[in-house]
T-cell receptor, first 113, second 112 residues
Framework: EPEVTQTPSHQVTQMGQEVILRCVPI?????FYWYRQILGQKVEFLVS????????KSEIFDDQFSVERPDGSNFTLKIRSTKLEDSAMYFC???????????FGEGSRLTVL | EDKVVQSPLSLVVHEGDTVTLNCSYE??????LLWYKQEKKAPTFLFML????IEKKSGRLSSILDKKELSSILNITATQTGDSAIYLC????????????FGQGTILTVHP
């Protein structure tokens, strides 16, 4: 069964460092998303991406965040200068269309020290 | 601001019991309500309910959407230990497709 894959599964970084989280969405999907879940809290929407551009972003998704689809398969989330409060599980999701269900990856746990 | 509230926050039952999980929502321009099961990491999709599909069933799981009451229930009959997980309700609305607002989840624990 096709699945969304994410790397790394866990990354530990120092505050102020840049991190890149990578995702390979399901191959025929057109809509891509990043969500995050801080430990013990709700899953929160960060950004949606379609047709090589951001279609919507949340208040959390400020200038330190960026997304990119550098080639036909990868979808990346870059955090430029990490802060302690960026520690969370980051989920990538994809969807075949604009109204269908989202399929989530296993997540990348980011720990900022 | 869109809002999704789930209840109860946690539930402990024994195998064979039937459980009902609740989800209520306030969203602008409702599009869909989704149920996910989260065991260790990734939320896995269970059901999507929309105005054109307000009742879904798969095996021992079923879900109903009440658009009048702005709520949904997820029923699990004859529970098994493998049903132990966090059940997440998420609602799609507003102007952006795919932007889901999640509830805080219901932690279900099924004892043998």
């Amino acid at each position: 069964e096709p699945e969304v894959t994410q790397t790394p599964s866990h990354q530990v970084t120092q505050m102020g460092q840049e991190v890149i989280l990578r995702c390979v969405p399901i191959s025929n999907h057109l809509y891509f998303y990043w969500y995050r879940q801080i430990l013990g809290q709700k899953v929160e929407f960060l950004v949606s991406f379609y047709n090589n551009e951001i279609s919507e972003k949340s208040e959390i998704f400020d200038d330190q965040f960026s997304v990119e689809r550098p080639d036909g398969s990868n979808f990346t989330l870059k955090i430029r200068s990490t802060k302690l409060e960026d520690s969370a599980m980051y989920f990538c999701a994809s969807s075949p269309d604009s109204i269908g269900e989202l399929f989530f990856g296993e997540g990348s746990r980011l720990t900022v020290l | 601001e869109d809002k999704v509230v789930q209840s109860p926050l946690s539930l402990v039952v024994h195998e064979g019991d039937t459980v009902t999980l609740n989800c209520s929502y306030e969203v602008t321009n409702f599009r869909s309500l989704l149920w996910y099961k989260q065991e260790k990491k990734a939320p896995t999709f269970l059901f999507m309910l929309t105005s054109s599909g307000i009742e879904k069933k798969s095996g021992r799981l079923s879900s109903i959407l009440d658009k009048k009451e702005l709520s949904s229930i997820l029923n699990i009959t004859a529970t098994q230990t493998g049903d132990s997980a966090i059940y997440l309700c998420a609602v799609g609305g507003g102007t952006s497709y795919g932007k889901l607002t999640f509830g805080q989840g219901t932690i279900l624990t099924v004892h043998p």
